[in-house]
């Protein structure tokens, strides 16, 4: 049972380049999310997923794009990156547990720096 | 403002000592309180989970919830040299999206 899982772990681009950020669960949860974080800010939702083939906007949502067409995978994509997205990105998963709030379990996190 | 405040510290205290963290909340529709334990360069790992007000108790850590102060506690005993980490509040109201704090760093010197 590996959890979530991040790939890639590092990644360095340059600006105006793309990429696409993957994140797997084995749990069968329904929810899924990523999250930016940057020193003194905390974690902050970029988007989230209450279920396959449904996204959503966070928090900071701009300059970012995601598509959950399997239950198990939430794809974050930056089409054209900018120094502004240098973080530590974090991907979450969580049950639907009837309208409670659950435990979010985190990935590794993917390390980005846009040069 | 932030919705959530927290003291980033850092934090450190000896070997032994109580550690005593906490943030303030501004959204009175928060019910649930968590906090999340991440060491360096990991994820973050959920290490208690309150609802509403009040206290718990999880070997030597406490949660405690005051919500008409809208101000979270977290206090660890008998602290080691592997409770260094960031510690990082987080909340919601009756949805599963979590506002989170920008943590606290504390180092427990041996």
């Known amino acids: 049972n590996a959890g979530v899982t991040q790939t890639p772990k590092f990644r360095v681009l340059k600006t105006g380049q793309s990429m696409t950020l993957l994140c797997a669960q084995d749990?069968?949860?329904?929810?899924m999310y990523w999250y930016r974080q940057d020193p003194g800010m905390g974690l902050r939702l970029i988007h989230y997923?209450?279920?396959?083939?449904?996204?959503a906007k966070g928090e900071v949502p701009d300059g970012y794009n995601v598509s959950r067409l399997k239950k198990q995978n939430f794809l974050l994509g930056l089409e054209s990156a900018a120094p502004s997205q240098t973080s530590v990105y974090f991907c979450?998963?969580?049950?639907?547990?009837?309208?409670?709030?659950?435990?979010?379990?985190f990935g590794p996190g993917t390390r980005l720096t846009v040069l | 403002q932030k919705e959530v405040e927290q003291d980033p510290g850092p934090l450190s205290v000896p070997e032994g000592a109580i550690v005593s963290l906490n943030c303030t909340y501004s959204?009175?529709?928060?019910?649930?309180f968590m906090w999340y334990r991440q060491y360096s360069r990991k994820g973050p790992e959920l290490l208690m989970y309150?609802?509403?007000?009040g206290n718990k108790e999880d070997g030597r850590f406490t949660a405690q919830v005051d919500k008409s102060s809208k101000y979270i506690s977290l206090f660890i005993r008998d602290s080691q040299p592997s409770d260094s980490a960031t510690y990082l509040c987080?909340?919601?109201?009756?949805?599963?999206?979590?506002?989170f704090g920008a943590g606290t760093t504390v180092t427990v010197r041996a």
């Open positions: 987080a909340m919601s109201a009756n949805d599963y999206k979590l506002s």
């Open positions: 979450a998963s969580s049950y639907e547990a009837g309208g409670l709030v659950d435990e979010q379990f």
């Open positions: 309150t609802y509403s007000s």
């Open positions: 749990m069968n949860h329904e929810y």
């Open positions: 997923s209450v279920g396959e083939g449904t996204t």
């Open positions: 959204n009175s529709a928060f019910q649930y």
